[in-house]
């Protein structure tokens, strides 16, 4: 039966697939598909990882120390009954064979579908084994992924699977970011949650904050996924099938058309040289915005080496990928923001018990309170200064004393440099975000102490607005083009322009095509963006005039009412 589920689009395009329930296991797990001749080998290498798991068990129950509650004992010999079920040791078999693919793809599929059958039973005790099940499945998962197979792969074909989940953390989307997906939905989440900007990083059509699409939708049900409207149609009948594969091939023939406008010099129509960036998460996402020829990058989010584990990045590590993204860059500005973690970013190690972390411990304030991990980031920036042309960004600023001790620990870690004689950029400028009202409203105090500002609208948005950007409950009351946030925004620029410090706007409204001539209008020359934004914005560049944008833009700005704002945005955009 065809119905459908309205949420927010968070990631445009469309995309026709199969549905694919979330697990997590399946993220973690690679998935390929074999060529025939290599299937057995690769069962033997299944077969190899149960008897692995099988020894270790063993080896556990041998070692129990006299004097072990008896519960340990009986523990282990569940495992050991788990692992010896056919279910869990035969039936991945089964579809390696069948799939042709990958044991590690096989064994989560079996063990997703297990899990589901344990959610089913009514008695609590049986019910909660499933939980036993998943541990002994990782345990062969680890196993399998210590020792990879050798087998040539055959990549998954595109465009197959939409994955379907209640809830995504930035962290299992960076796991995402190995996988083909077509689309993916969930029930939770905002517009510019650090899920839904990752979303946006990879393209894909998204929508968010369906509220039931996990409950309703059934494992391998045809969906269409539409993330220009927010819509997901499940079971669509033959005539909407028609109708949106022309919309999809309509959406990629302009897609394929904007790719013409990459060695296109990113210049108004008055002339005025625009400077488009890329945001990038990753060292390995510099391909992307070196493809998209971005002028530079405007954000690299640094935390991002800092999930998925349950240790720091050591100093060298660190080093290695600031370098890399520095040498990426071939000389173009790399703009690398200090640690932001806390609120929707959690890390294993910071334990975060905070009421409401959105308000608390979080990017530079947790940097002060732990010294040593900021020093120790901010030693291996300089290290890297040396081999590209980098940019320090600080996050989160609200107040100028907090500012003060952060340059005071920047200053400590140049001059342990200094006494080891390690080469660094002695002139790297350092920028502070504007993302936080207060740091907006007292603009020009920062910027007497900073070498450029960086207006992080995405937080700017949540803070003036009182409106937690994950959210989904309160996601319409999301919007960009408030008054206040304007104003905000149209304050910082003016103190840019006053005091001759360069201000960029990172947040998400820098690549959102319908507001590109708005930003320009009011004086925006530096925009940074997901890589797969630049040629859509660029196209908007090219086509502006910001002298005759600027009166205009001028009047949406002393507009109040969002109906009269609106009016005033398309006529800008016409
Ligand atoms: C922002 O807040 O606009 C920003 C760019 O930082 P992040 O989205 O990582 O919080
Ligand atoms: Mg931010």
Redesign the pocket.
């Known amino acids: 039966m065809t119905f459908s589920l309205h949420g927010i689009g968070v990631s445009g395009g469309y995309a026709i697939g199969r549905a694919q329930l979330y697990s997590h296991a399946r993220l973690e797990a690679p998935h390929y598909l074999l060529r025939p001749e290599h299937i057995e080998a690769e069962i033997a290498r299944f077969t190899e990882a149960v008897e692995n798991v099988h020894a270790e068990l063993l080896g556990l129950q041998k070692h129990i120390p006299g004097g072990a509650p008896t519960e340990l004992t009986a523990f282990i010999e569940v495992h050991a009954l788990i692992l010896s079920d056919s279910m869990l040791s035969q039936a991945p078999k089964k579809r390696i064979r069948e799939e042709g693919c990958n044991a590690e793809w096989a064994l989560a599929q079996q063990t997703e579908a297990l899990i589901a059958q344990f959610e089913s039973i009514e008695d609590d005790y049986l019910r909660e084994r499933r939980h036993d099940v998943r541990q002994v499945a990782d345990k062969v998962l680890k196993s399998l992924m210590g020792h990879p197979g050798n087998a040539p792969l055959k990549t998954v074909s595109e465009g197959e699977s939409i994955l379907i989940a209640h809830d995504l953390s930035p962290s299992d989307m960076v796991l995402f970011k190995r996988h083909k997906f077509a689309a993916f939905i969930t029930d939770l989440g905002g517009a510019?949650s650090?899920t839904a900007?990752l979303a946006r990083s990879l393209n894909l059509p998204s929508v968010m904050a369906l509220h039931n699409a996990r409950a309703l939708i059934q494992e391998d049900d045809w969906l269409i996924v539409d993330g220009v409207a927010g819509v997901v149609i499940v079971d669509p009948d033959q005539a909407i099938l028609d109708e949106y594969r022309l919309r999809r091939n309509q959406w990629l023939l302009e897609q394929k058309k904007l790719r013409r406008l990459k060695s296109s010099p990113s210049t108004t129509l008055d002339g005025i040289q625009i400077a488009l960036n890329a945001n990038i998460d990753l060292p390995s996402d510099v391909s992307q915005a070196r493809n998209e020829n971005a002028a530079g990058i405007g954000?690299f989010?640094s935390e991002f080496l800092f999930l998925n584990r349950d240790d720091l990045p050591s100093e060298e590590e660190q080093f290695e990928a600031y370098r890399a993204v520095a040498e990426g860059m071939a000389g173009r500005p790399v703009v690398i923001r200090t640690l932001?973690v806390g609120a929707d970013k959690s890390v294993r190690w910071m334990n975060d018990t905070s009421v409401n972390p959105a308000l608390g411990l979080r990017a530079i304030r947790l940097c002060i309170a732990e010294p040593q991990i900021f020093i120790t980031q901010v030693r291996a920036l300089y290290r890297a200064s040396h081999y590209g042309q980098i940019k320090i960004l600080l996050?989160m600023l609200a107040s100028l004393t907090e500012l003060d001790q952060a340059l005071a620990l920047i200053g400590a870690a140049r001059g342990s440099l200094r006494v080891a004689d390690i080469p660094f950029d002695q002139e790297t400028p350092i920028g502070g975000?504007i993302?936080v009202p207060a740091a907006a409203l007292a603009a020009e105090w920062f910027a007497r102490k900073l070498d450029f500002l960086s207006l992080?609208?995405?937080?700017?948005i949540q803070y003036t607005l009182a409106i937690d950007r994950t959210d989904d409950a309160v996601a319409h009351l999301y919007d960009p083009l408030h008054p206040a946030v304007l104003s905000l925004i149209d304050l910082t620029l003016k103190v840019g322009q006053k005091m001759g410090k360069p201000v960029s706007v990172?947040?998400?409204m820098a690549g959102d095509p319908r507001l590109t001539r708005l930003l320009l209008g009011m004086g925006l020359t530096d925009f940074s963006m997901h890589p797969a934004h630049v040629l859509a914005v660029k196209q908007q560049v090219m086509r502006s005039h910001i002298g005759e944008l600027a009166p205009q833009v001028k009047k949406l700005l002393r507009a109040g009412r969002p109906e009269r704002i609106q009016e005033l945005l398309e006529q800008i955009n016409a």
């Open positions: 510019t650090h900007i954000l989010r932001d996050p975000m993302e992080g609208t995405n937080d700017l990172c947040g998400e």
